[in-house]
């Protein structure tokens, strides 16, 4: 029998990573598709860009939070990762929505050597993340073909090909 302590820690730790933007309840018939083309983000130094699905054969969008534990957690398996994941071929992007000033002063504090970005224009809901870390893989046509909720095991991910081999 699971006990109440610990149904009470697992609750508190699935609530503590869910996405703090608004989610709006709106029908399908009304909701206009949020395109990759239509995300803007922004570096540290403040310099803005767009990202268009087709330049890639892939790109990943890795979803984070200051505030999310496993986000932290993750960070050193996937900066190790990231050599052998990037290439010519595959785009990757870490972004958050908070705001660029919070997310210097993260970076800063902790040193992860990540460049870390600022969703600018769109929102987590845009791409239907509900819950941090997800990480979702855009193939060139925009269309999700991979998305995973939680911590990745990066040490195992061998190619974005490989992960999306694997969906769950």
């Known amino acids: 029998m699971v006990s109440r302590a610990l149904i009470f820690f ?3 730790l699935i609530i503590s990573c869910q996405s703090k933007s608004p ?7 009304e909701a206009t598709p949020f395109a990759l083309s239509d995300a803007q983000f922004q570096r540290l130094d403040g310099s803005e860009f767009g990202v268009a ?21 993750e960070f050193p398996e996937l900066k190790a990762a990231l050599p052998r994941l990037q290439s010519d071929s595959v785009a990757f992007f870490l972004a958050t929505e908070e705001d660029l000033d919070q997310i210097r002063a993260f970076e800063e504090k902790r040193n992860f050597g990540l460049e870390f970005l600022h969703l600018k224009k769109g929102t987590l809901a845009d791409f239907e993340v509900h819950a941090l870390p997800t990480t979702l893989v855009i193939d060139r046509q925009g269309k999700v073909v991979y998305r995973h909720m939680g911590q990745l095991n990066w040490q195992e991910v061998t190619s974005i090909e490989d992960l999306i081999s694997q969906k769950p």
């Open 53 to 73: 699905a087709e330049q890639k054969t892939y790109t990943v969008l890795h979803f984070w939070a200051t505030w999310c534990k496993p986000c932290l957690a």
């Open 10 to 12: 697992l609750s508190i």
């Open 23 to 29: 989610v709006e309840n709106i029908s399908t018939a």
